[in-house]
């Protein structure tokens, strides 16, 4: 069935430092590609989102990558800050029924100061 | 901006009790979705909702069911609660593909 695999699950950086968290999915027809940011007990909050007919997409310190090819995608976060610890989620889109997400096992980054 | 509201925000109940949680999505918003997330895991999706009709299902108990009404509303009805069904239950909306989250219902099942 679908399946997004993320990795790592953890990650542990010093502040200023970059990170960057990889996700592999299955369904070759998923065309969407958002990242969540939760802390704990809390919402998922969308940070990024890329579409399949682009490659990369920047926001500030935050970018996102994709290689349909590959059917990888990856966060690139920039200039850490001890405020980025939290689980980042990625998901794609199942391409069955709506928009369901398919989301990753998460990572949990910690931004030591 | 007006946000995904959910109610109520945290519920505490006995095994084989009731539960109804409720989500009111963001104004315009055609689809919402709900998700179950355990401690520790990535949200789960559960069932979700498009113009007041079910338009997908996802690992839903049999024991659950929900719907959406004519406000948009949705509510997701939970019976014969089990220890296990005690997560976080997100209502998520959207107006196209990307999903924007309520602040969730913590549920603990006694």
């Known amino acids: 069935g679908e399946n997004v695999e993320q990795h790592p699950s953890t990650l542990s950086v010093q502040e200023g430092d970059s990170a960057v968290i990889k996700c592999t999915y299955s369904?070759?027809?998923?065309?969407?590609f958002p990242w969540y940011k939760q802390e704990l007990g809390k919402r998922p909050q969308l940070i990024i989102d890329?579409?399949?007919?682009?490659g990369e997409k920047k926001d500030q310190r935050i970018a996102v990558t994709l290689n349909k090819t590959a059917k990888h995608f990856s966060l690139h976060i920039t200039e850490t800050q001890p405020e980025d610890s939290a689980v980042y989620f990625c998901?794609?889109?199942?391409?069955?029924?709506?928009?369901?997400?398919?989301f990753g096992t998460g990572t949990r980054l910690k931004v030591l100061a | 901006a007006a946000g995904v509201i959910q109610s109520p925000r945290h519920l505490i109940k006995e095994k084989r009790e009731t539960a109804t949680l409720k989500c009111y999505p963001i104004?315009?918003?055609?689809?919402v979705y709900w998700y179950q997330q355990g401690p520790g895991q990535d949200p789960q999706f559960l069932i979700s909702?498009?113009?007041?009709?079910?338009?997908d299902k996802g690992s839903i108990p049999d024991r659950f069911s929900a719907q959406q009404f004519s406000d948009y509303h949705s509510e997701l009805n939970m019976s014969s609660l089990e220890l296990g069904d005690s997560a976080l239950y997100f209502c998520?909306?959207?107006?196209?593909?990307?999903?924007?989250f309520g602040p969730g219902t913590r549920l603990t099942v006694l």
């Open positions: 998901a794609a889109t199942s391409t069955s029924g709506t928009y369901k997400y398919i």
């Open positions: 909702f498009y113009e007041k009709m079910q338009s």
């Open positions: 369904d070759s027809a998923s065309n969407y």
């Open positions: 998520a909306s959207s107006l196209g593909q990307g999903q924007f």
């Open positions: 890329i579409r399949s007919n682009v």
């Open positions: 104004p315009r918003h055609d689809t």
